[in-house]
C-alpha cells in the first residue's frame, strides 16, 4: 500500500523559508513521478512542482519559479519543497502526490493525474 507522509510545514514571515518533506513508501517500482500541490481555501488544487524520481528533470510552476526547489533523497525515498521568498499568496494546504511511471507519462502538475497522496501540511505566511 502506498503511503505518503508530509511534513515541515508552519508559519513563516513573508520573505521567510520553509522546507517541506514527504516520506513516500509502498511504492513496487523505483520510478514514479512526484509532485507537490497546494489548494488554498476557495480554490482548486495547484500544481507547484514535480519530479521524477531517480532523474533530474523538474517542473515548476510559473507562480513559484525561482522561488521554490524540488528535490529527492533516493535513498531516504523522501520528497523536499524548499520554498524561500515566501509571499503570503503561497499560504495553503500542501501535499504531495505520487504515480507511477516518470513524469512524461503524465501532466506532472495535473492533480488529476496522480493516484496516491499524502494528508497534507498547512502552510501560513503573514505579512
Known amino acids: 500500500q502506498v503511503q505518503l507522509v508530509e511534513s515541515g510545514g508552519g508559519s513563516a514571515q513573508a520573505g521567510g523559508s520553509l522546507r517541506l518533506s514527504c516520506v513516500v513508501s509502498?511504492?513496487?517500482?523505483?520510478?514514479?513521478?512526484a509532485g507537490w500541490f497546494r489548494q488554498a481555501p476557495g480554490k482548486e488544487r495547484e500544481g507547484v512542482a514535480a519530479?521524477?524520481?531517480?532523474?533530474?528533470?523538474?517542473y515548476i510552476a510559473d507562480s513559484v519559479k525561482g522561488r521554490f526547489t524540488i528535490s529527492q533523497d533516493n535513498f531516504k525515498r523522501t520528497l523536499y519543497l524548499q520554498m524561500n521568498s515566501l509571499k503570503p499568496e503561497d499560504t495553503a494546504m500542501y501535499y504531495c502526490?505520487?504515480?507511477?511511471?516518470?513524469?512524461?507519462?503524465?501532466?506532472?502538475?495535473?492533480?488529476?493525474?496522480?493516484?496516491?497522496w499524502g494528508q497534507g501540511t498547512q502552510v501560513t505566511v503573514s505579512s
Open positions: 502526490a505520487a504515480q507511477y511511471g516518470g513524469c512524461w507519462t503524465l501532466n506532472p502538475l495535473l492533480a488529476a493525474d496522480y493516484n496516491y
Open positions: 509502498g511504492y513496487t517500482s523505483s520510478r514514479y513521478c
Open positions: 519530479i521524477t524520481t531517480g532523474g533530474f528533470i523538474t
